[in-house]
T-cell receptor
């Protein structure tokens, strides 16, 4: 079945340093990949989604590149901000996004310190 | 204006009791989902539905039932609540070409 593996547990960074959260996946088909972000006591919400034409999605300074050869969709940002502290989920949809059934990774808690 | 609302937001239940978590969406989406969130496990799919009066099992359906009486409403039912079902439960709706899910604010369930 489908699975998503993320950088596990807690990642602590100093403000201004680059962010990289790893995500690799296994899927029978060619999936869509997503990054969701959940701030404390809030609902998860979409941060990024992979494109079908290999364009690199970007939002709020974050970007991610889908590498089918290595089955990866790592999340990156050049300079971490305090407001980036949150729980990040990588997820995949293996039906071209058409049935919207997402498989999530276990999440990575990012803490950015001054 | 919240498009996916859950109730109750917090509940304490006794072991063996019945619990119903409700979800209402105003997004006009066909798909609705119930996920469970636990530290170390992330978000796991319990049940989902793509049309009223029909539900599908997700990845961890044991101990849970679901009901979709209308496009807007989707309930999660625990007939005999157990300690292991203590968790935060998220409802979500999805639809359109983006594949994006829209989550409710979550329902924190504590089973004692």
């Amino acid at each position: 079945g489908d699975s998503v593996t993320q950088t596990e547990g807690l990642v602590t960074l100093t403000e201004g340093l680059p962010v990289m959260l790893n995500c690799t996946y296994q899927s029978t088909y060619s999936p869509f990949l997503f990054w969701y972000v959940q701030h404390l006591n809030e609902a998860p919400k979409l941060l990024l989604k992979s494109f079908t034409d290999n364009k690199r999605p970007e939002h709020q300074g974050f970007h991610a590149t889908l590498h089918k050869s290595s089955s990866s969709f790592h999340l990156q940002k050049s300079s971490a901000q305090l407001s980036d502290s949150a729980l990040y989920y990588c997820a995949l949809s293996d039906s071209g996004g058409s049935n919207y059934k997402l498989t999530f990774g276990k999440g990575t808690l990012l803490t950015v310190t001054p | 204006e919240a498009a996916v609302t859950q109730s109750p937001r917090s509940k304490v239940a006794v072991t063996g009791g019945k619990v119903t978590l409700s979800c209402h969406q105003t997004n006009n989406h066909d798909y609705m989902y119930w996920y469970r969130q636990d530290t170390g496990h992330g978000l796991r799919l319990i049940h989902y539905s793509y049309v009223a009066d029909s539900t599908e099992k997700g990845d961890i359906p044991d101990g849970y039932k679901a009901s979709r009486p209308s496009q807007e409403n989707f309930s999660l039912i625990l007939e005999l609540a157990s300690l292991s079902q203590t968790a935060v439960y998220f409802c979500a709706s999805g639809g359109g070409s983006t594949g994006q899910l829209y989550f409710g604010e979550g329902s924190k369930l504590t089973v004692l």
